[in-house]
């Protein structure tokens, strides 16, 4: 077990075991969080440095800000995604804590916000999880969905990058994000876009995630579960989904997938499957796909699946992609032999059912 520097504070009023039993026989997505939450500070100069301290667990609980704090007025805020899983064994694993911790400095750095060291990103993590590892559900295809974030805490109205910031841990258990493994209809979005060169697609960052909520909400209207972004610049190049990756899998079974071009999120389940796949021998190709090689792929029967993929969403089979004047349908194999090979791979190894061959599991308990 790792040595944590981090200080702890029960909670004295504890989820009862009655009321947590019944959360975690159905956890759904983002509904519940945990009893705790791992907190470290910083303070200093974006440019010159500072000082990350104070870290520590304490009960889980309201922030209190002031209102003229930084990250309210410019969004300086940048966040993660991650899991963890009991075993059959009762052990308790991370998947690849070490990819968010990375990502989760590229994103501050975008953001001029300060970069936190990977090794507190990790301790801060395993503190948390073995803390509270009594909510990590154990139902087929459920874990505890961590998710660590920064903001500018600064009281101070000027435009700059913040002298403080906060970094917490909260926890939340988690089942299907769609709620079930039917393929999921996307709606391409034509009136707006996510990310552009030079802006901050490639970090996670909220702002990116609030962009989407209206186009998202188009998409909804027309029973689509997620909105995809094109690049209108590039031949409407296809980007990503609102909070995913997407995969298309062709006839001779390469797997294709949009190439990260500084407007795309670097995902880590995207890395996984890339890894995945070449180790058992498939071709994959990172490159541009405009809609209409999708519109064509389908109709030549050249695209047989396609699947989104991302931590709370795993690997999701996609369906029709609508737009304002048609659709596509989906590809002949909804949820097909790739997608499901690729799924079963990668659940496998997280939930200890198939052997970790890469190396990707971090034992907490
Ligand atoms: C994740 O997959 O971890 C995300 O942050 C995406 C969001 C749709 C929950």
């Avoid at 953001?111 to 139902?139: C, M, N, Q, Y």
């Avoid at 009281?155 to 769609?178: C, D, H, M, W």
């Avoid at 188009?218 to 995969?247: S, Y």
Wanted: charged share 25%; proline share 5%.
């Amino acid at each position: 077990m790792r040595t944590s520097s981090f200080t702890i504070t029960e909670n004295q009023y504890p989820t009862s075991s009655e009321r947590l039993a019944e959360i975690l026989a159905a956890p759904g997505f983002g509904e519940f969080t945990t009893d705790h939450v791992a907190k470290v500070e910083w303070t200093g100069d974006y440019s010159t440095g500072g000082e990350w301290d104070h870290a520590r667990i304490e009960p889980y609980a309201p922030l209190s800000l002031d209102p003229a704090t930084s990250v309210f007025h410019y969004g300086q805020e940048v966040f993660e995604g991650l899991k963890a899983y009991r075993h059959q064994d009762g052990s308790v694993w991370l998947f690849r804590p070490e990819a968010n911790a990375e990502r989760f400095r590229r994103s501050a750095k975008r953001l001029a916000l300060p970069e936190l060291p990977t090794e507190i990103f990790i301790d801060a993590v395993h503190a948390l999880v073995e803390k509270d590892s009594r909510w990590i559900p154990e139902g087929e295809g459920t874990s505890l969905y961590i998710r660590p974030f920064m903001i500018a805490t600064e009281k101070f109205l000027g435009v700059r990058p913040t002298r403080e910031a906060l970094f917490e841990v909260i926890a939340s258990p988690a089942a299907n994000y769609f709620g079930s493994p039917e393929p999921v209809d996307i709606w391409w979005s034509q009136n707006y876009a996510r990310a552009g060169q030079g802006g901050t697609g490639a970090a996670k960052c909220g702002g990116n995630y609030a962009a989407s909520l209206l186009p998202q909400l188009e998409g909804e209207a027309k029973g689509c579960k997620q909105v995809m972004f094109t690049d209108e610049h590039r031949d409407h190049t296809v980007e990503e989904l609102g909070g995913m990756n997407v995969f298309f899998v062709l006839k001779d079974g390469t797997l294709v997938t949009p190439k990260l071009t500084g407007t795309i999120l670097e995902g880590v389940t995207r890395k996984s499957i890339v890894e995945l796949a070449q180790e058992n021998g498939m071709k994959v190709v990172e490159k541009t796909i405009t809609v209409d090689e999708w519109q064509a792929g389908i109709a030549q029967d050249e695209i047989t699946e396609i699947f989104a993929c991302g931590t709370a969403a795993v690997i999701a089979p996609m369906g029709r992609l609508l737009y304002e004047d048609g659709e596509i349908p989906a590809a002949s194999q909804t949820n097909g032999e790739v997608t499901q090979w690729l799924r079963t791979q990668l659940t496998g190894i997280q939930t200890g059912r198939v052997e970790d061959r890469f190396g990707w599991m971090t034992r907490v308990i």
